[in-house]
């Protein structure tokens, strides 16, 4: 699969911006429009908002199509990569961020952040460490001159693997945290937010290919829904952010000290695969990525699994919301690092 895309879209490039003015007008409509919200919470089931899970869909459903798992097939040719991608991301990332989230929630901010919410806080940023990024990596990818096939690749492989890894490693740094959370309910959730629109992305390539050529599936179709994962995101965030709304008002400290421990995360797990790749003797063009696919996170995942086990009024799905607004900056001066630094690998 090639990217042509000239780079990071005007959405993406100023997400962090979106999010904030999401917030600032879910917090108004919580505040001064309650019923807004009391409204949306009618529409439940099983636990699961479906206002909040078509939203979702409608984010993870274009990034799914961009995922060719034909591409698997060369897995065989380089798998130093592939190695370091998968280590970073499933043996390295998850448990991490629980080490580095702890020591902040627990210890180090122990007299800012009560211990219930240290805990709930502790699982949102267990279920960011849990879900690496599987699409704004082709965007990082492209911006650090990635190797696009090799790219795919990767991604590819991270996504089947998150079928199978996900749910017992949350279930587990959950329970060391004292989280109870039935195995149906993340299973539900894994089924809702990856395996249909995975399957629906398949099934979209398949057929789009089919009738009329991977040419224009890549070029004209895909692009048709550009904008539609930021959309779906900035409402879904909006939705959130008014059950949320009294949370803010009462804690807007909280958002910042959230925001440390996930920002030190990324930069360690960007700096692991970056450097493991350049001691295995790595080209650029394939370090770059692996480092780009641990640091970011798959947060929309992240947050329509924390809405459909803990709450959209949670302080759980909060945390996993501060690591959407934290992750386009940090990203983009990865980004800067990774380009200055390649000399490094030739």
């Known amino acids: 699969m090639k990217t042509k895309s000239s780079g990071i879209g005007f959405f993406e490039k100023y997400l962090t911006v979106w999010v904030i003015i999401c917030m600032a007008v879910g917090v108004f409509i919580g505040k001064f429009i309650p019923a807004i919200p009391g409204f949306l919470n009618r529409f439940e089931y099983a636990n699961v908002s479906?206002?909040?899970?078509?939203?979702?869909?409608?984010?993870?459903?274009?990034?799914m199509m961009k995922v060719d798992f034909n591409s698997i097939k060369n897995v065989g040719k380089n798998p130093k990569g592939l190695f370091v991608t998968w280590i970073t991301n499933w043996f390295i990332k998850p448990f991490s961020m629980f080490g580095i989230a702890s020591l902040f929630f627990y210890v180090i901010l122990k007299q800012l952040i009560p211990a219930e919410l240290a805990r709930d806080y502790l699982a949102g940023a267990v279920l960011l460490g849990a879900a690496p990024c599987t699409a704004m990596v082709f965007v990082w990818s492209h911006l650090t001159r990635g190797n696009p096939a090799y790219t795919v690749v990767q991604v590819a492989t991270n996504d089947l693997i998150i079928l199978i890894a996900f749910v017992p490693i949350v279930k587990f740094l959950l329970g060391v945290s004292n989280v109870t959370v039935p195995w149906n309910t993340l299973i539900l959730s894994i089924i809702l937010f990856v395996v249909i629109p995975l399957a629906g992305g398949i099934i979209t390539r398949v057929l789009v290919t089919k009738n009329k050529s991977r040419e224009y599936f890549e070029n004209k179709f895909i692009p048709k829904f550009n904008n539609t994962t930021i959309v779906g995101l900035l409402l879904t965030l909006i939705i959130?952010?008014?059950?949320?709304?009294?949370?803010?008002?009462?804690?807007?400290?909280h958002i910042v000290l959230i925001a440390i421990p996930l920002i030190l995360q990324t930069l360690l797990i960007f700096f692991i695969a970056y450097f493991a790749s350049k001691l295995l003797k790595l080209p650029h063009d394939i370090a770059a990525p692996a480092g780009m696919i641990g640091a970011s996170n798959f947060f929309e995942l992240a947050v329509a699994v924390a809405i459909a086990i803990f709450g959209t009024s949670s302080p759980v799905a909060l945390a996993t919301i501060v690591g959407v607004l934290v992750e386009v900056p940090v990203m983009l001066i990865l980004v800067r690092i990774a380009n200055k630094t390649s000399n490094w690998f030739e």
């Open 50 to 63: 479906v206002p909040i899970a078509i939203l979702i869909w409608l984010m993870i459903y274009p990034m």
């Open 240 to 253: 959130i952010f008014s059950f949320q709304g009294n949370v803010i008002l009462e804690n807007p400290l």
